[in-house]
């Protein structure tokens, strides 16, 4: 039978503080684990995802208004990976036993096998993401590039406009012949 003291002597004196997004990438990992022991446990219970946000501060690792805020370093005395599977456990256990009190015998139970899980999982940073190094573009480079490119924009608008101003006077000269108006100069040039 899990008790408490054993949990505590499971996690290692200096347990690490995960990074906010080893505590996003563990919280979620913890939550759906907790949804298969209750599974496994006999309840109808199916983990569906949720929304995982960050907080900070002295908050508490748990669901506000249908989104699990994850703290990854409380200040209450555990702090880090610990204080994480604390707050989970207790969240679930409420969700999935609600009549069960806080500490009872199967919160001590369910509290055990997140804490084994995470400690197996996660303490050894096997949830970092290797950092993607990217490359800074030169500016002066990027500077040049827009020129060209604004250039080319350019030289197109004013293909296009003398185009258009061609067909136009060409429009202009015909209409000046067919009307025989003599106010409408048959060249292009208007005074």
Known sequence: MATYRKLNAAWPD??????????LSGARRL????????REDGLPVNYRGGTFKLTSGNRHTWTHRGAWMVNPNRRDGFG?????????????HHRFW???????????????????????NFLDGQLKRPERMKEKPDPVT????????????WEVKKRRA??????????ERYYGRRIGHPGIPATATAV
Not at 80 to 92: A, M, Y
Not at 162 to 171: C, G, S, T, W
């Open 31 to 38: 939550v759906r684990y907790g949804y298969r022991l209750a």
């Open 142 to 153: 990027t500077r040049c590039e827009r020129v060209t490119a604004a250039i080319k924009r």
């Open 80 to 92: 880090g990976w610990r204080s994480l599977v604390h707050g989970i456990s207790h969240r679930l």
């Open 98 to 120: 609600p009549s069960d009190d806080g500490h009872s015998a199967r919160h001590a139970w369910f509290e055990n096998e997140l804490a084994a899980y995470a400690i197996k």
């Open 162 to 171: 003398e185009n258009a101003l061609r067909k136009l006077r060409k429009q």
């Open 14 to 23: 200096n347990c690490p503080v995960p990074t906010p997004q080893e505590a």
